[in-house]
């Protein structure tokens, strides 16, 4: 009974988590002033293909969600649907909310006003990756590459896993630039998404719900 309610806690975090998650990221979006290193590369790469937002999302996850069983050194079928899951509902929702950000006039604000938006919007992903990391029963492929690197290889520390898994994304927003002389979503916040993120979702970790603990599984 006591894991059937534990289990019960844990999936309504996870649906708080992704809406939290998705707002977030859109948020910071909608500001044009930096978003979140993964989710500014996404922008900068569906500008590249010319694909919508939400289907880059969705693709982009796939691929991490490949690197994820990589990084494992084994296929767990388990990690592997529950990254699926996860992009599915979180990559369309980033893009529909991101509409009703623009629709309120989050990208019309001055600047002082989007800045601020931008860092509630940056420290809102830090807190919703926290959560759902710490549910561990569905997770984001991007994220989920950090809490394999953090608890395989590097001994828990959330701030070096975070840096870590910055290398593809970084590589993306630098490829994007080279071949469309343009960059999106890049700027202030992305550079406080690099320095201290992490650190954020470190210190979530204990303050965010602190009643909810990791449930490590690699």
Known sequence: ?????????????????????????ALT?????GSAVWTGSSVNLANWIHVPLGTTLFGYGIIVTI???LFLGHFDRKRFVSNI???IPFSYLVEWIGYFWNWIGVNTLNLTGRVIVDIIGLFGVAA????YQRCNIIMHPNDDLAYILRFRFLKGSAVIAQWTSYIPPVTIIVLSYIFTGQLHAIGFGTVLALVAQGAVMGWSDYHVFPKLKHHVDV
């Open 128 to 131: 919703a990756v926290s959560i």
């Open 67 to 69: 690197m994820n069983q």
């Open 1 to 25: 009974m006591a894991k059937m309610q534990d289990f019960g806690q844990r999936m309504r975090f996870l649906v708080f988590s992704i809406f939290l998650n998705s707002a977030a990221n």
């Open 85 to 87: 899951l996860y992009i």
């Open 29 to 33: 979006i909608s500001t044009n002033l």
